[in-house]
């Protein structure tokens, strides 16, 4: 679809109640320190700038080009985010874009807007600024610094938040981590090869016509020290912890096994119909048949019934 | 051309449109959380659901047709769950040579795949039908009184606003591009020149769109500053939540309690 550019954004019904909850919890914590910050150090003319930015990153996603074969590159915008406003007014922006995509477009779920807020706008951001931010450094603000630190931030950020939506569904037990993590990875370092060239066309246009926008040579922000230690640390964790997940699974498998044993636990308090099959009756084909049958009608007769009462009422009233 | 089209808001007169924006933001999120709480292979409990979910399609009059080709949209993502059905270990089902290997696939493998894809499509109906059936500015509403911060939700709101005026940019820059790089339908004719520079023509549409934005974003604090803005976030006072929608709360979080304490009783 037009609209989802990335694999990234986790439907509900995918990550474990556990692991929701808990990339909830971080996010809020991140997104809530983000904006005590934001409304500290900015100005009010921030306000406005970062809602249109947000509305400019939504149809930014619409812009792609041909890669080969069908496929194509899209822009994600987490390092072009991060290069423009800093790493607290981006994590901003993304989690209004994520955000939207999951209320209006259903680009992601519900329940699990906080693990996609956490992937595209915290590590997304955390990651792009620690890149982005070191090669400056390194350059010493001269202008294949902004360029070699803008791909590279780019890349990066979508290959690291790549490896974490894999280790997410790898814990939720609903993808196993030896597969979903090299396929996840492999797969969107490519992704991020696209995401690459997008920001560095992008910066080089802003190079050549608004340089100021790109804060060349200027002090760190506010806590900037924190977002470049925590983008280090994430990158390191996730780029070491995978492959090392994906070798020796165990681990994670220990933390799905441990929630599929909860769930085991559970399970038989949830059979109405135990087994699926009725008793008395020896035939099981022909039980989980019936079975299938009764269910369906349920559905249906539910359905109907309150459609029924709705047209009643439509014509009565 | 314009994008409205992209605003999934269908108005109707139904129970679930005149719904307070509130409640049903509330109920969607415990609807969405009672899928994800009930376990792998909970079948009665999923038929329940379901049953749920299609009467809300129903009186919503939004017309199932609509609800589940929007929810087929989301459908891909399920392609990461696939491999599942040949990892966890148990009872074969049917075993596939793919080259050198053979792929099992087991009882257990193929009951969590379906759950998974089970609960996650009932959870995006849920979410269409909430997008469908209630205009953006009360989806707003009913995120202050869940009491995201205030900035956030003027964010959100201003995002909103200028959503389509920037995809309407996006759509023309991608026109004009089109029709600069002889862009052609023949197989085997492609337009343009290496992945780099198609890459970096792209590249430079979201600068130019980023530019725009900076501008735009100029214009208009400068329209809010004119119209009294001094950097403080205000909004109206939440209007009184009717006795009505308290009922028909406390009746949602009733039926979706009792699907999932209903496995406690057998």
């Known amino acids: 679809m037009l609209l989802s550019p990335v694999a990234m954004h986790i439907p509900d019904g995918f990550l474990s109640t556990l692991v929701s909850l808990v990339l909830w919890a971080a996010t809020a914590i991140v997104v809530g320190y983000a904006l005590k910050r934001v409304s500290k150090d900015l100005g009010e003319r921030q306000v406005p700038l970062m809602g249109v930015l947000a509305a400019a990153i939504f149809a930014g996603q619409m812009l792609n080009f041909s890669v080969a074969g069908g496929t194509s590159g899209h822009l994600m915008g987490a390092a072009l985010a991060t290069i423009l406003l800093g790493p607290w007014a ?23 807007m906080g693990a996609n807020i956490f992937n595209m706008a915290i590590v997304g951001v955390a990651v792009s600024y620690t890149v982005y931010r070191s090669v400056q450094k390194l350059s010493g603000g001269r202008k294949w610094g902004v360029f070699t630190g803008g791909f590279a931030a780019a890349w990066l950020s979508i290959f690291i938040a790549a490896l974490g939506v894999a280790l997410q569904l790898a814990a939720s037990g609903v993808s196993p981590a030896n597969i979903a993590i090299p396929a996840m990875g492999g797969i969107h370092a490519l992704i991020g090869i696209g995401e690459g060239l997008i920001t560095l066309g992008a910066l080089a246009f802003l190079y050549a016509t608004r340089r100021d926008l790109l804060h060349i040579g200027e002090p760190a922000p506010a806590r900037g020290g924190l977002v470049w230690a925590a983008g280090l640390l994430i990158a390191l964790l996730l780029a070491v912890a995978s492959p090392l997940a994906s070798v020796f699974p165990d681990g994670l498998e220990w933390v799905a096994g441990e929630q599929g044993f909860l769930e085991a636990a559970k399970s038989p308090l949830y059979q109405v119909i135990p087994d699926y099959v009725f008793p008395g009756i020896s035939n099981t084909t022909l039980a989980t048949i019936i079975a299938g049958i009764v269910g369906a009608l349920i559905v249906f007769g539910v359905a109907l019934t309150v459609a029924y009462l709705r047209r009643n009422r439509q014509t009565t009233g | 051309m314009h994008i409205h089209f992209l605003d999934p808001y269908r108005p109707r007169v139904s129970p679930i449109h005149q719904l307070d924006p509130r409640v049903k933001l509330s109920l969607t999120l415990v609807f969405i959380l009672t899928a994800a709480l009930s376990p792998i292979g909970a079948w009665p409990v999923y038929i329940l659901l379901f049953s749920l979910a299609l009467s809300i399609v129903l009186l ?26 040949f990892t966890i270990p148990g009872a074969a089902l049917v075993s596939l040579p793919v080259g050198a290997w053979r792929l099992t696939a087991t009882a257990p493998g193929v009951e969590r795949f379906v759950s998974v894809a089970l609960k996650s499509w ?145």
């Open chain 1, 90 to 112: 981006a994590i901003l922006v993304l989690t209004t874009v994520v955000g939207v995509q999951a209320l209006i477009f259903q680009d992601g779920g519900l329940l699990a």
């Open chain 2, 60 to 85: 919503s009059a939004l017309g199932v047709g609509y609800v589940l080709k929007r929810a087929s949209l989301a459908f891909p993502f399920v392609l990461a769950a696939l491999p599942v059905i």
């Open chain 2, 122 to 266: 009932l959870s995006v109906q849920m979410a269409i039908v909430l997008a469908a059936s209630t205009p953006f500015p009360d989806l707003l509403l009913a995120m202050r009184a869940l009491r995201i911060p205030r900035l956030l939700v003027a964010l959100f709101a201003l995002m909103w606003r200028y959503l389509f005026v920037l995809a309407d940019e996006a759509l023309r820059l991608i026109r004009a591009r089109a029709a600069r790089s002889g862009q052609s339908d023949l197989p085997g004719m492609r337009s343009g020149g290496s992945v780099a520079w198609r890459g970096r023509v792209a590249g430079g549409m979201a600068g130019n769109l980023f530019l725009r934005a900076f501008e735009r974003s100029d214009r208009i604090y400068m329209a809010m500053v004119s119209r009294g803005y001094d950097g403080e976030i205000r909004s109206l006072p939440l209007p009184a939540i009717g006795q009505s929608s308290w009922l028909t709360l406390a009746g949602g979080l009733a039926i979706l309690g009792l699907i999932l304490g209903l496995g406690l009783i057998f």
